[in-house]
C-alpha cells in the first residue's frame, strides 16, 4: 500500500445521516481503489454532541468501512495549530481582526463585495486603533491573503477557481478555525486525496491557497453530491428515518442500507464488488434524493 491516504472527517455533531454514510463510503472506495490509506479524523474543534464520534465510527462500521490506523481529534492537535499559525505570523501573513459577526455581515453584503468574503475591514489598521480595540473585544487572528482567486483541480469538477479572503485562522475565543485545521491536518497526514461533500467545494481554492503557504503538497479534491430531501434541501434528522438506527426500526438492517447506498452510486451491493468496478467518472453528478418515507 503506498503512502499516499485519502480520508474521511466528519464533525461529531450527531449522528450520521445516509448522505454522510454515502460521502463516506465514496471516499473510501476512492481511497481503496487507488491504493490508498484510507484515514478517519474527527474535527472535533467545535459543537460536540457527547457520544457521537462512538455512534459515527459504528455506523461507519456497519456499513463495512475500515480505516487505517488510530482515529485523529481535531481537539488534541490545539498545539499544531497554533504552531502553524505563529509560522504564517512571523511570515507577516496574519493580522488581527476585531470585527463582529454583524460587522462582517453587513460589510460583506456591500455592493461589489464578493458574496460571503471578508472585505478586509481590519487589514489596514493602525498599530493605535488596533490597541485601542484589543480594550473592547478579544482579536481574531485572519490570514493576509496575497492573492485574490485560486485553482484547484476536482475529479468531478475539473478545474475550479473561487475568491480567496482574509479568512480567520483563529477565533476569537482561541478555536483554531475550521479552514486552518483541515488543510493543516490533511498536510500532516500525508493526505492527499480530499473526497467530501460539494457543499465544500467553494471553500476549496482558499483552503488550497493557505495549504501552499504552509508548504504543503497540494491534494486532489472530489466533491461529491449531497444527499437532499424531497424538498430539495439538504437531508436532515427532521426529515425521518435517516440514520441506520432509525431505518433499522423501519425494517432496513445496515447491509440494506449500503445496498441502497451503493444502488444509488449505480453500484453493485457488496463493497467488494463495489470496488471491483468503481469508477469516478461514473459517479452521478446530481444530488441523491433521498425518500424517507419510501426507503422501506
Ligand atoms: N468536518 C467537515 C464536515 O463534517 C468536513 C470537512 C472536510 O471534509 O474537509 O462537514
Known amino acids: 500500500m503506498s503512502s499516499a491516504a485519502g480520508r474521511f472527517a466528519p464533525s461529531p455533531t450527531g449522528e450520521l445521516h445516509v448522505g454522510n454514510l454515502r460521502t463516506g463510503l465514496l471516499a473510501w472506495l476512492f481511497a481503496r481503489s487507488t491504493g490508498r490509506r484510507f484515514l478517519l479524523r474527527m474535527e472535533d474543534l467545535d459543537r460536540v454532541r457527547s457520544g457521537a464520534e462512538s455512534a459515527q465510527l459504528r455506523d461507519l462500521a456497519a456499513i463495512g468501512l475500515d480505516w487505517d490506523g488510530g482515529i485523529v481529534r481535531q481537539s ?62 478579544p482579536a481574531a487572528l485572519r490570514l493576509r491573503a496575497q492573492v485574490d482567486e485560486f485553482t484547484v483541480t476536482d475529479e468531478l469538477h475539473g478545474s475550479y477557481t473561487s475568491a480567496v479572503d482574509d479568512l480567520v485562522l483563529l477565533r476569537n475565543d482561541g478555536v483554531p478555525s475550521y479552514n486552518l485545521a483541515v488543510v493543516l491536518d490533511d498536510g500532516l497526514q500525508g493526505i492527499d486525496q480530499v473526497v467530501r461533500g460539494d457543499d465544500l467545494l467553494s471553500s476549496a481554492p482558499r483552503q488550497a491557497y493557505l495549504g501552499s503557504l504552509l508548504g504543503l503538497p497540494p491534494v486532489r479534491y472530489a466533491h461529491v453530491p449531497l444527499a437532499l430531501n424531497t424538498a430539495g434541501q439538504r437531508l436532515a434528522k427532521r426529515d425521518g428515518a435517516v440514520t441506520l438506527p432509525d431505518l433499522a426500526a423501519v425494517g432496513l438492517d445496515a447491509a440494506a442500507v449500503r445496498t441502497l447506498i451503493l444502488a444509488s452510486l449505480g453500484l453493485p451491493g457488496t463493497l467488494d464488488d463495489a470496488l471491483a468496478v468503481f469508477d469516478p467518472a461514473r459517479i452521478p453528478r446530481e444530488p441523491w434524493i433521498f425518500d424517507a418515507r419510501k426507503s422501506t
Open 76 to 137: 488534541e492537535r490545539g498545539d499544531l495549530y497554533l504552531e502553524a499559525i505563529a509560522r504564517l505570523r512571523n511570515a507577516g501573513l496574519v493580522y488581527e481582526c476585531f470585527c463582529t459577526r454583524r460587522e462582517v455581515a453587513e460589510a460583506a453584503s456591500a455592493p461589489h463585495a464578493p458574496p460571503g468574503a471578508y472585505p478586509g475591514t481590519c487589514r489596514h489598521q493602525t498599530e493605535e486603533q488596533r490597541a485601542r480595540r484589543r480594550r473592547e473585544r
